[in-house]
């Protein structure tokens, strides 16, 4: 038996070298090792050998089995091998061309400036807080000095959600600004506040290259004791300087927002056609840029906050626009249109 298992041995070898595809290899393998091959059949015969022998047999049977598993592998990985150079040599495949793409996506335009505004702000020592977008119309109207029979209630154009009315607050709305925020914040934590709140806002508004129904504001506001104006002005100042680290025009007239009083509105020289007239700017060389007042008592009172002790300004401005006037972009859809093209060169 031991000269047939090294007979066995020696001609499996062979047939093993002289093989040369995967295929036909495996039909080697199972003429000599597999279930039905040689070497079962000669291993059937153990059983009837002298005890003696039995474990020698057995240990020998074993060791040529091991070798010829390795001599297997050994030659599938060297016919994979010879297949892939020939391969590579056939289909002029070049393995120097760098892989697919692996797509890693980036932070978009708007959060990138939305970062740097709350990194500059909070420099100065402002919180940034958060509020619902889908907001009622207390906290949206009536909390700001806008009750449901003000005129001023025709200045944003709302989307209201159908169906839901809160019991205290009235219907519910999507929120057409961040000022909501200023009164939830009073409410919450009190005087003194200096606080920022970015978010997306929406109004039910034509579109054109400066308006969207869906857009990002960023509201500011600071209550202290003796706060003015000046305050305002200062942090302003500081705040547009390091964003823009260059020089831009602001100019500030009289505006009308409920809410504050006396009110302001902010503008910038147009950064895209430098001041000389676009459609972005609806050929005026200004954009504007946000509204600005001290806080009406009425909504610190609403607030919970006394106005014989306290006074504040707030401001809001449009985030998006401020997106567009920095990378010089002249349509506001594109910023949320969804076209990789556009989105993929910030
Ligand atoms: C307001 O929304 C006030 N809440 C701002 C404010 C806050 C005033 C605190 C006083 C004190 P206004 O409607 O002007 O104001 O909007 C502010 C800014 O949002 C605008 O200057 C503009 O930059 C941006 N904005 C308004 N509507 C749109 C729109 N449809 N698409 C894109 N940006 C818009």
């Not at 038996?1 to 062979?14: D, F």
């Not at 954009?287 to 806080?295: L, P, Q, R, Y």
């Not at 906050?305 to 401001?315: E, H, L, R, S, V």
């Not at 249109?337 to 993929?344: A, H, K, M, V, Y």
Request: aromatic share 8%; net charge positive.
């Amino acid at each position: 038996m031991k000269v047939q298992l090294l007979s066995l041995k020696k001609a499996c070898l062979n047939a093993i070298k002289e093989v040369e595809t995967l295929r036909s290899l495996q039909e080697v393998e199972v003429k000599y090792i597999g279930r039905k091959g040689e070497l079962t059949s000669i291993l059937r015969g153990v059983k009837d050998l002298p005890d003696k022998q039995k474990p020698i047999i057995g240990k020998l049977s074993n060791k040529v089995k091991n070798e010829l598993e390795t001599a297997f592998k050994v030659k599938i990985v060297e016919l994979e091998t010879a297949e892939l150079n020939k391969k590579l040599k056939d289909d002029n495949f070049d393995i120097t061309v760098p892989g697919p793409d692996n797509n890693l996506g980036h932070i978009h335009p708007l959060s990138q400036v939305q970062r740097k505004v709350e990194n500059i702000f909070g420099s100065m020592g402002f919180t940034v807080m958060d509020g619902p977008e889908v907001e009622s119309e207390y906290y949206n109207f009536e909390g700001l000095n806008i009750p449901s029979w003000h005129p001023a209630r025709d200045m944003q154009d709302t989307f209201f959600i159908k169906g839901k009315k809160d019991k205290k607050h009235g219907r519910m709305v999507l929120r057409t600004h961040t000022s909501p925020v200023q009164v939830r914040t009073m409410e919450k934590f009190g005087p003194p506040l200096r606080v920022i709140v970015p978010g997306r806002t929406f109004r039910y508004e034509a579109t054109d290259a400066s308006h969207d129904t869906t857009f990002y504001q960023v509201e500011g506001f600071m209550i202290d004791k003796d706060i003015s104006i000046a305050h305002l002005k200062g942090v302003l100042a500081q705040f547009l300087s390091r964003l823009f680290e260059k020089d831009v025009k602001v100019r500030i007239r009289p505006g009308y927002f409920p809410f504050v009083e006396p009110g302001l509105e902010v503008d910038f020289s147009c950064l895209i056609c430098g001041g000389k007239g676009c459609r972005v700017c609806k050929h005026t060389g200004w954009v504007e840029f946000m509204g600005a007042g001290m806080i009406h008592e009425n909504v610190l009172k609403a607030g919970g906050i006394d106005p014989k002790k306290w006074q504040g300004w707030a401001f809001g401005f449009g985030l998006t626009r401020l997106v567009m006037m920095r990378h010089a972009i002249d349509d506001i859809r594109l910023l949320l249109g969804g076209d990789l093209r556009f989105i993929n060169q910030f």
